[in-house]
Every structure is written in C-alpha cells, then in structure tokens.
C-alpha cells in the first residue's frame, strides 16, 4: 500500500502549485470583492492544460483520472487560490468533461471533449431545485418527447458558471415517479447548449465564492434534440451518480487543501508576530491548535485521495447506452459513495477547524480582509451545505456503511 502520489499526480500537483502562486492572494481579494471571473487565472489553467486532464487523448486530453484532477485541485488551492482551485475545474470537468467521458456517445464526445480541452467550452451542472433541495429524486423538472425532441420545462437554483457555460447538463424527469418501478428510475440527463433563449438565470447574492456566479434558473418550454440526451433514457439516477460522487472528492480534497493552505499562512504569522517580546509561535495555546489540526488535516488527505482512487478503479460500462448495464453498476458506485461520504464529512470537518485556528492565530487580524483567512472561512462554511449537507453524509455512512436500519 502506497501512500505517496504517483509521478504524474506528484508532476500535476507541482504544476498546478507554480501556476497558481502566480496569483497574489490580494487578486482573489479583488476578484470576490469586484465579484469578477478570475479570466486570468482560467486562462492559466487552459494554457497549462488543466481543463483536459480527464478528457482522452484522442480528444486533445492528458487521459487521466479523478486522482491526478485531485493532485491539480490540491495545488491550486495550495498555491494560493483557495476554493477558486476546486471550483473552476468542478464547474467544467467534473460537471461536464467528465460524463460526457464516460456516459457520451462518440459523437457527443467529438463536438464537446476537443473544445472543453482547449478552453472554449465551459460547464455547469443543473440539478438543485428550490422546493426540492438534497431530495433529488422529487425533482419536478420535466421532459416531455415530441418527435425526436425533449421539450423541458422547470426551475433550478444555485447553479454555478451557467452564466459562462458553453454547455450545461440538465437533470429532469423523463417519468413520474407513479409511473417507475423503483423511485431511482425515470431521471435522465440533457447536454444543453449556450446561450438559449428559452434558459433565463439571475444571479444570488451569496456570502462569498463571489469570482463565480451561482443562480437562480428558469427553463420554459426548451427543445433539446434526442441525441443530447446523456447516458441511458431514464436511467440518469445512475449517470448522475459518477457526477455527484467525483463533486463529493473533489470538494474532499478542496476541504483539506484550503486548511493547509490556512495552516500555512498562519504558522508563517505566528512565527513573526511578537507580543511579550517572544513569537507568538512559541506559546503552546498556538502550538497545540496548529499542531492538532494539522494532524487531522494529514487523515483527511488520506482519505480523500483513497476515495478519488476507488473511482477511479470503478469499471465503465462497455455500452453506456445500455439501461440494464449502466443500472447494474450500482454495486460499484455503492463503494465509491461510501469512500466519497466518508472523505467529503471528515475533510469538511477537519478543514473547517483549520481555518477555525488559522483566524484565531491571526487574532482580530483574522478578521480583516486584507489577511485573507476570512475569506477562506466563509468560502470553506459552504462545504457543510454543498455539495451535501454535513447530516446526510452521515445517513449515507450510518445506512450503507453501518447497516443501521432506514429512518
């Protein structure tokens, strides 16, 4: 059992580190208080070939897997950018490239994969809805067939990047749930292409992450062509999962990432601000927190990057078309929920107290803009809400993992 990085994830990590220390600290400062796109920074990221590390190489990809995508997201948030390292990658590769890999059909995967690689095309994933939330199998997003067309009618809420999204996948309801046999079935997923008159969205204003706009969408009466249709008719439960899953790593990864990068930012402090005339380093009230959550950090880490490789190991279906063969992996993405529910709790809980005793080492500075740990706190709260609540995490564990009966 290995538990260093593999030599392309220590090479990705080391570059996504160098790209993003290219980016002050005082430009993610401006960029979420101007609520600007970080333009310059994404064009890094497509220079040094980021946006590709999922996609094939026969698609102008690097071929990789969720893994080395972690590597990058760690470096990145290391470096520097802090949640903008996940979010960025996650809007275009894990909502978008990333399906489109697995569940695509060849022609879906030569009009998207080449243009996400080179950075022409953005992403974003549509599922959540106001009066549904965490509950996503009673989503009331419907698609109704007429002729070789999907005619889609909904409304979605907090969907981030589809303001810049070349394409989005949209989940909607291809059946009742009266209709199915199983709750799980009668989902399905749409490639949407941008811009569309017949998808609005307004910006929310939130309490941070403000370099990417999250919003409100309304979808009324839009055509979707049949061959947009992702993965299976009315198996997109399934689909959805090798999407929902990778997010739950990827914000794993993100979760301790940040608390390192906090961690770091206040051992430096501490080494250098001195009150009765020694550092503040030297007290043991500072020692121990850092000391403490940088352990926890180091487990978190760990258990992240097991679950990105369990994903990874998971075998795709030979026919991703197939209702039967794409339903029947589900033993498979049983264990990936369990690894991913388990990293995603543990890291946010751990990352969260990192930041805690980051601010708290900083003292009334921690407070202050200007030394950044605020920003990380309130861009590193979000993880107990999203992508799932810290609560139904733990109802997956206690469930799947535990065996305890059902609520």
Not at 243 to 262: D, H, K, M, Q, V
Not at 285 to 307: F, K, P, T
């Amino acid at each position: 059992m290995d538990f260093n990085l593999s030599e392309h994830q220590e090479m990705v990590y080391r570059l996504a580190y160098e790209v993003s220390k290219n980016y002050s600290l005082d430009y993610w400062r401006e960029k979420e208080e101007k609520q600007e796109f970080g333009i310059e920074f994404w064009k890094s990221l497509v220079e040094q070939g980021f946006l590709g590390l999922v996609i094939p190489e026969e698609y102008g990809g690097s071929g990789y897997g969720l893994s080395e995508l972690a590597s990058a997201i760690e470096g990145l948030v290391r470096g520097g950018a802090g949640m903008a390292g996940v979010w960025y990658l996650m809007l275009t590769e894990i909502f978008l490239a990333l399906p489109i890999v697995r569940f695509g059909t060849e022609e879906q995967k030569e009009r998207y994969l080449p243009g996400i690689a080179e950075g022409k095309i953005e992403g974003a994933l549509a599922l959540t809805e106001p009066n549904v939330g965490s509950n996503t199998l009673a989503i009331k997003t419907t698609a109704v067939k007429e002729g070789d067309e999907y005619v889609i009618n909904g409304r979605k809420v907090f969907i981030s990047g589809i303001d810049r999204a070349s394409a989005f996948i949209l989940v909607a309801r291809t059946k009742s749930l009266d209709e199915v046999e199983r709750r799980s079935y009668g989902l399905s997923l749409f490639i949407v292409d941008m811009p569309n008159k017949n998808v609005r969205y307004t910006p929310i204003p939130k309490h941070g992450i403000n370099y990417s706009h999250s919003c409100e969408v309304y979808i009324e009466d839009l055509r979707v062509p049949e061959d947009n249709l992702l993965g299976p008719l009315d198996a997109g439960w399934y689909v959805l999962l090798d999407i929902l899953n990778p997010e739950r790593i990827g914000f794993a990864i993100g979760a301790t990432s940040i608390g390192y990068l906090a961690v770091d930012w206040a051992v430096e402090y501490a080494k250098n601000r001195v009150v009765f005339d020694r550092p503040i380093g030297s007290f043991q009230a500072i020692q121990h927190g850092l000391a403490r959550v940088y352990a926890h950090l180091e487990g978190a880490r760990l258990l992240s990057y097991r679950a990105a490789k369990t994903y990874d190991s998971v075998p795709l279906p030979s026919d991703p078309k197939s209702f039967n063969e794409v339903v029947g992996r589900s033993q498979y993405l049983r264990e990936v929920g369990r690894e991913s529910n388990i990293a995603k709790y543990v890291a946010v809980e751990n990352g969260i107290e990192a930041v805690y005793w980051a601010m708290q080492t900083f003292g009334g500075y921690g407070y202050a803009k200007e030394f950044h740990v605020e920003r990380w706190w309130r861009e590193i709260n979000l993880l107990r809400l999203a992508p799932v609540t810290q609560q139904l995490a733990l109802n997956y564990i206690a469930r799947y993992v535990l065996n305890l009966p059902r609520e």
